[in-house]
């Protein structure tokens, strides 16, 4: 039973860690926010703001809409197992998270709006026969968020909104599992998880306060959300013995994703050109612990994660060419909140670098359409200190290098009344 246990923890930990890790973190919910490098708290262009300052959807007049995509295409490569140097590539995907946004204008001072994205999601996969088989072949992770907020304008100067978070999505995880040979002889079997969380809530807060020299100063908080995941575990191959030892039947957890703090400021620099900045604080240590329920055995286990805060720094600037045409830019630098002893196959993350552009153009005069593109440059990492083992039983620390990239193409459709 032992034997059962700690491997259905270490196959729910995958499961768990890979859904809310920074680097499965979305931050990319509007083509020209994405663009401006999500330095948008500040700025108020279009619906997206919704998303990234829900006090700033007193700046859209009437009835809004936008809808629209991100195509996200990370690329991934290991080198090792220390100290041996042969290279493993990550299999090629492509996610397309969604953004779908509603603004209205009740009173001149009351506002409201609805929002609907996927804050966190993406996937990790991996050939069949790479060393960290044991470890992770394949993740996939949906998440999404419906979010409804109010905005009031107290004044010219000062807004203040707020809104509710519910949230909901799924996961998969595939693994193989490695029988130890003093027990059963040299028995590999693979255990695939898919796991499930609904009516997961929170609630958001902004601020906008505009001066009188033009210059924006916005805040944005996101709260804790706390999910509820249930999983069934289901194991193949193997010997007939193994599988009595392998995990099988239904698994819960709880997990609480990390409260956010946003700060930014925009500059109205001349009549064609928007600066902004922004500085995004994640409270990740609150992820400290996993606590997994078996439901066959009525058990629980616990492990530590000891997730620290990270932070991400973000610079945009909007030039705007004619009346019907911008252009835009930015850069990022966003750290990653996972210790060296923890990062392996299922979450490759690292520090990283973000260059993205992009431009608008609007079609009609209440159609416009808005696309770009941004480049993310993780930083190399070599891990010497693994404390995750490459082998189901025993340990052999998962010592190698990464390194990894990532392709974004986003587009909106904004529609006005």
């Known amino acids: 039973m032992k034997q059962k246990l700690n491997t259905a923890l270490c196959a729910f930990l995958l499961l768990c860690s890979t859904a809310f890790g920074s680097g499965f973190q979305i931050n990319e919910h ?32 009437g009835f809004k809409l936008m809808m629209g995509t991100t195509l996200i295409t990370p690329s991934s490569s290991f080198r090792g197992i220390s100290p041996k140097v042969n290279e493993t590539k990550m299999e090629s995907q492509l996610f397309t ?22 804050p966190f999601g993406l996937g990790t996969k991996w050939p069949s026969a790479w060393d960290g088989r044991f470890v992770s072949l394949e993740i996939a992770v ?37 029988i130890p040979s003093a027990y059963l002889g040299e028995t590999i079997a693979n255990v695939d998880m898919k796991g499930d969380a609904t009516s997961a809530m929170g609630f958001t807060a902004g601020l906008l306060y505009k001066t009188d020299c033009d210059l924006n100063i916005g805040v944005n908080y996101r709260s804790e959300v706390k999910f509820d995941f249930t999983g069934t575990a289901k194991s193949t191959g193997g010997s007939a013995l193994a599988a009595s030892s392998l995990p099988n039947g239904d698994i819960t957890a709880s997990l ?32 400290d612990t996993l606590k997994v329920n078996f439901t066959s055995s009525n058990t629980s286990s616990a492990a530590p994660r000891l997730y620290e805060n990270n932070y991400a720094i973000r610079f945009g600037a909007n030039y705007k060419y004619s009346s019907d045409i911008d252009f835009s830019a930015g850069l990022l630098y966003d750290k990653n909140p996972v210790k060296d002893q923890f990062v392996d196959g299922t979450l490759p993350d690292a520090d990283r670098l973000g260059f993205s552009i992009g431009a608008g153009y609007k079609v009609m005069s209440n159609l416009s359409v808005d696309v770009s593109y941004m480049f993310l440059r993780f930083f190399e990492r070599t891990i010497s200190n693994s404390m995750v083992s490459r082998v189901t039983y025993g340990f052999e620390p ?20």
Do not use: C
């Open 30 to 61: 509007g083509a020209r926010a994405m663009a401006m490098g999500g330095a948008f708290t500040a700025a108020a262009l279009d619906p997206s703001i919704l998303y990234f300052n829900n006090a700033g959807i007193t700046q859209m007049s």
């Open 97 to 118: 998270p969604i953004h779908f946004y509603a603004t209205y204008q009740i009173t001149d001072q009351l506002y409201a709006g609805l929002g609907f994205n996927n």
């Open 142 to 178: 949906e998440t999404f968020n419906l979010n409804p907020v109010i905005a009031y304008k107290i004044n010219d100067n000062l807004s203040v909104g707020v809104g509710l978070q519910y949230a909901f999505g799924n996961v998969l995880i595939n693994k193989d599992v490695k």
């Open 256 to 287: 609480t994703t990390p409260q956010q703090l946003v700060v930014g400021v925009s500059y109205q620099y001349n009549d064609k050109l928007l600066l902004s900045t922004d500085f995004q604080w994640v409270g990740w240590s609150s992820y």
């Open 398 to 417: 998962f010592n190698g290098t990464y390194n990894s990239t990532a392709n974004l193409f986003s587009l909106s459709l904004s529609y006005n009344l």
